[in-house]
């Protein structure tokens, strides 16, 4: 509604302009061609007047009299034009239709014309204004007065027509306007219709009922802003359905050892190697834990756009740095497979968390001394970025092609491990972390397995990541 005031508004001056705008061309117009036809009849009789040959009689003038006479019996003047000769004696010719206001029968205004010092003026009478342009006729010799010949035009006739087509043009001015503003308005109820539809239901879909869709129909705007519509729902019911899963997860997976150390602090005797015991278990179990929560923030972070800082770093170095630090993971004979070399812009601690990860997981499905490979490298990949790979290979059990995909989902665990003994089962979030951490550097896991072979889990990302994570 707004905007079809706003139109109407504008189209209301726009109309304002063009009416105003016509009448003063218009009245312009008028004043030029009065003007002019003056001049012109001017002109006309002054031309005669210096030929100074009767054209009737082919004879030379010999009154003014009879050059005034001559020259009127051939002027056929407009309806609204008038021409008068006053003659030396006095005396007034006329020539007209009859009608311009009298002037001519009206000797004292005649008289008021040729006394008037001007050649051109205008005469308010009470029909209107009468423009006018005179000349004096000089007198041959023998005679001692001058006559005058006149010329006069009733411009308020012409000024009444023009009255008579700005009212036309103004009453079709504001028809037009009425008729375009019906009309916007059902146009614009037409076009409207559809998005007042999506913002119905729009309005309807609660944050509680994420399930309704908009219909769409049709292939223009508003059906496109509406399948937008609908695909921004799909992925806001996604993220509360994941963002549920998640809770509901985390909640089983904190339960699970509250219940356990609850049960073991009930049923706790006296006994002090029993409850050494106990200590133990429960010790351990609040050290898990305390690791899920950890875990947990860890994926939290993980959506926010600082979840890494990347920086330059050595490959080397950082290779070399984690093989030191995952040794105290487990007694395994920690190998150093290869080592890229060169710089790659990657967050240093988040690829440590990551590597870390993979190495723990490794501790837990090997024995010891059993044999745990670390390596990086930097190299050209698909379309020649440069990129860099980390990765972890133990010669544990490896991992079946069905499990391959899910274990990196949150609170995914594999079958049962033979593990080391002490080992107890993590929650699942491990792989999920690495696979957050290699997203974060938009980059991707990898995994390689011949199960009862042992793995290979790694990350690899492009060697230099904007600083900036792009839209998904
Ligand atoms: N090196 C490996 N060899 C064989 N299976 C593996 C290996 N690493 C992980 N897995 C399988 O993938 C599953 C998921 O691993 P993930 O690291 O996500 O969880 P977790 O180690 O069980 O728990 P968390 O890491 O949270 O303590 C594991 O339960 C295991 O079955
Ligand atoms: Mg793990």
Do not use: C
């Not at 923030?297 to 979840?307: I, W």
């Not at 991707?444 to 889990?457: L, M, R």
């Amino acid at each position: 509604m707004l905007i079809i005031s706003w139109v109407m508004l504008l189209m209301f001056g726009v109309l304002l302009l063009v009416n105003v705008v016509t009448r003063e061309e218009l009245h312009r117009s008028i004043e030029d061609q009065v003007d002019q036809a003056l001049v012109q009849e001017i002109e006309e009789f002054v031309g005669v007047a210096a030929g100074g040959v009767n054209r009737s009689t082919e004879e030379p003038y010999t009154s003014v009299e009879e050059l005034i006479d001559s020259h009127l019996q051939r002027q056929f003047p407009d309806d609204d034009e008038v021409v008068v000769g006053v003659l030396p004696n006095g005396g007034i010719v006329r020539q007209d239709r009859g009608e311009p206001y009298q002037f001519a029968s009206r000797p004292d205004r005649v008289r008021q014309v040729v006394a008037d010092a001007d050649d051109v003026g205008s005469l308010h009478t009470d029909e209107g204004e009468l423009r006018w342009r005179k000349v004096a006729v000089q007198p041959p010799v023998g005679e001692d007065r001058p006559g005058h010949f006149i010329v006069g035009f009733a411009i308020d006739r012409d000024r009444a027509e023009i009255a008579d087509t700005m009212r036309t043009l103004t009453v079709v001015s504001l028809v037009g306007l009425i008729l375009a503003g019906v009309g916007a308005y059902v146009v614009s109820g037409r076009i409207l219709a559809p998005i007042r539809l999506v913002r119905n239901a729009a309005a309807e879909i609660s944050e509680k009922d994420l399930t309704r869709r908009i219909e769409v129909s049709g292939r223009d705007d508003v059906s496109a802003l509406a399948e937008q519509f609908n695909a921004m729902l799909d992925r806001l019911s996604e993220a509360f359905a994941t963002q549920r899963r998640f809770l509901d997860d985390a909640a089983h997976e904190l339960r699970t050892p509250i219940t356990i150390v609850r049960g073991h602090l009930e049923l706790m005797g006296d006994d002090p190697d029993e409850r050494a015991a106990v200590m133990r278990l429960v010790t351990e179990e609040l050290d898990r834990m305390s690791r899920i929560v950890e875990e947990l923030l860890v994926l939290a972070k993980a959506e926010r756009p600082d979840f890494v800082t990347p920086q330059a770093v050595s490959v080397a170095e950082l290779t070399v740095d984690i093989h030191s630090k995952v040794r105290a993971l487990g007694d395994r004979r920690w190998l150093l497979d290869s080592v890229g070399e060169g710089t790659a812009r990657v967050d240093p601690q988040r690829v440590t968390q990551a590597m870390i990860a993979l190495a723990h997981n490794a501790v837990g499905h090997t024995a010891d001394d059993d044999e745990i490979r670390l390596g990086s490298s930097l190299y050209a990949g698909v379309d020649g970025t440069p990129t860099v790979s980390f990765w972890v290979t133990d010669a544990g059990p490896g991992i079946s092609p069905e499990d391959r995909d899910r274990i990196f989902d949150r609170f995914q665990r594999g079958p049962r491990r033979h593990g080391s003994p002490g080992s107890r089962a993590g929650a699942g979030l491990g792989l999920a972390i690495v696979r957050a951490i290699a997203e974060a550097h938009h980059g991707e896991v990898k995994v390689q397995s011949t199960p009862g072979q042992g793995a290979t889990f790694g990350i690899e990302m492009p060697a230099s990541i904007p600083l900036e994570r792009p839209e998904p």
